[in-house]
């Protein structure tokens, strides 16, 4: 039986991955993940990464056209936007969702099957100063091959001010297959 390959794409971002929640959440994936199919949402169980739940953000799939409706939001994203999204579409709550990376991510996700990484400046406006944004999308597949639910981690990470005499880096966008940076 051969391997699917959102498996290979996963170990790649796990390479490159810098935060440890982040990683530890592609590792629980990838442990549920069939070795020729897509893991199912059922199969997931959230208390198995408690550490992540608060940057956690699931999303149903929608097709014809694509919508994505919140079904999850975790706390630390609840704060990061100033709004609860749960039970509503991102299109209704996002200016511009549709032209925006975000969306373009998760249809991408939604086509081909495979997780999607991005390590950035977030382009999103968002109550609190953000800097870099390192985030993933997972898809999950009921019947194992068309995704119907995504699983995003978002890790914020806050702006600091750069030291004296030391100019602020600036992150660049890192992504793992698919689509070049947006």
Do not use: C
Not at 1 to 19: G, K, N, Y
Not at 50 to 74: C, I, K, S
Not at 91 to 119: A, K
Not at 124 to 140: G, H, I, N, Q, T
């Amino acid at each position: 039986m051969s391997e699917h390959p959102s498996i290979a794409r996963t170990r790649e971002i796990l390479a490159v991955a810098q935060d440890d929640d982040l990683r530890e959440l592609l590792r629980y994936w990838l442990a549920l993940h069939p070795a020729a199919r897509l893991p199912e949402r059922a199969a997931f169980d959230p208390l198995a990464v408690p550490m992540a739940l608060p940057r956690l953000v699931l999303t149903e799939v929608e097709r014809d056209p694509y919508r994505f409706r919140v079904r999850v939001m975790g706390t630390a994203i609840v704060t990061a936007f100033g709004a609860d999204f749960t039970g509503r579409y991102l299109d209704e709550v996002l200016p511009d969702f549709e032209s925006d990376y975000s969306y373009l991510h998760r249809v991408e996700v939604v086509e081909t099957g495979m997780p999607n990484y991005r390590h950035g400046d977030a382009r999103m406006s968002f109550k609190l100063d953000f800097a870099p944004l390192e985030r993933v999308y997972l898809p999950f597949a009921s019947d194992g091959e068309r995704v119907d639910m995504i699983l995003a981690m978002a890790v914020y990470l806050a702006r600091h001010p750069p030291a004296a005499g030391r100019a602020l880096r600036r992150s660049v966008p890192h992504r793992v297959g698919g689509m070049p940076p947006r």
